[in-house]
């Protein structure tokens, strides 16, 4: 029987993951199997998926949405980067124990570094949002370079909050201010600009000034398939340089877990390359 390995989220139905994973297998030799467990909408029942999946022959699992903090609750070992985004996106059975890690930072980071090529050592970024998504990349970019990042959310004392709390983890070449969307803080000159809320999952515009995106080298949408969101269009109406939706962080972040589970690190080109989907 082939190991067996899953994404469990509520609603699962639109995930990409089996269709990654599996061309990862694929082109990789691996023999395993990969499917999508709808987790359900009741609060607290990860556990009893896990358990059920584990015993069934399950090897391990990718966590998404609304799950990923539950699932970090539910391991006995835990990364720091996981414990830092308080979330897990990947699990791995061994034996009794669950192991648990937050790949979607590192995805993101690799995205932007290798696979857009927009180097991110000494980079100024705006980081937009102050949730999960947002959290789970302050460290990662900071360990990538970042010389300085702004984190700028609707709700201003929550991103101050965030840049509080995560400036000591961030090291020391890399200064961290919150600010709201529409403060003087978000007027200066900035290399990348991520859209972190879940704005565009609703189709909302953010209320950002328009010199924040003014020529900006990246302006980077971590949601996808949407093709040009209001954030990509308010880039490119501020004369971006450069727009990206996050199906490279979504296929990166699979080539991490996969790597970590199965211990070879799958190419991501030709993948992203299939799911990509114009941006207009
Ligand atoms: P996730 O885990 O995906 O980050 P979340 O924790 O619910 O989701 O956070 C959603 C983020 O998107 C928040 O930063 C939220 O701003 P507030 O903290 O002010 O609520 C932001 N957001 C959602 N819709 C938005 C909108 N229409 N305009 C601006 N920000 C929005």
């Not at 469990?8 to 990654?20: E, N, R, T």
């Not at 584990?54 to 835990?78: I, Y």
């Not at 930072?105 to 102050?130: E, F, K, S, T």
């Amino acid at each position: 029987m082939p190991d067996r390995y899953a994404v469990i989220g509520h609603p699962i139905a639109h995930s990409q993951s089996p269709l990654i994973h599996g061309l990862f297998a694929q082109a990789t030799g691996q023999q395993l199997t990969y499917e999508a467990i709808d987790g359900g909408d009741r609060p607290g029942g990860l556990a009893r998926v896990l358990e059920a999946f584990r015993a069934d022959g399950g090897r391990g699992v990718n966590v998404t949405l609304p799950f990923k903090l539950e699932a970090l609750a539910c391991a006995g070992e835990a990364d720091e980067a996981a414990r830092l985004a308080g979330a897990a996106n990947a699990l791995r059975f061994e034996g009794e124990r669950i192991q648990a890690r937050n790949f979607d930072g590192a995805g993101l980071v690799r995205d932007i570094a290798v696979n857009l090529a927009v180097p991110l050592r000494a980079a100024r970024v705006l980081l937009l949002g102050a949730g999960g998504a947002a959290r789970g990349a302050i460290v990662p970019l900071a360990r990538a370079g970042a010389g300085r990042i702004v984190i700028a959310n609707r709700t201003a004392d929550k991103a101050r909050q965030l840049a509080f709390d995560f400036a000591p983890h961030a090291g020391k070449g890399c200064a961290i201010a919150g600010a709201g969307l529409g403060e003087d803080e978000l007027g200066g000159a900035f290399d990348v600009v991520i859209n972190a809320t879940s704005a565009s999952l609703a189709g909302a515009a953010l209320q950002l000034p328009v010199r924040s995106l003014a020529g900006v080298p990246l302006a980077y949408d971590m949601v996808y398939g949407k093709g040009l969101t209001p954030f990509l269009r308010q880039a490119q109406a501020a004369g971006a340089r450069r727009l990206a939706d996050g199906i490279g962080m979504l296929v990166e972040q699979a080539a991490e877990a996969f790597a970590w589970w199965r211990g070879v690190r799958p190419e991501t080109a030709p993948v992203i390359a299939q799911l990509a989907k114009p941006l207009v």
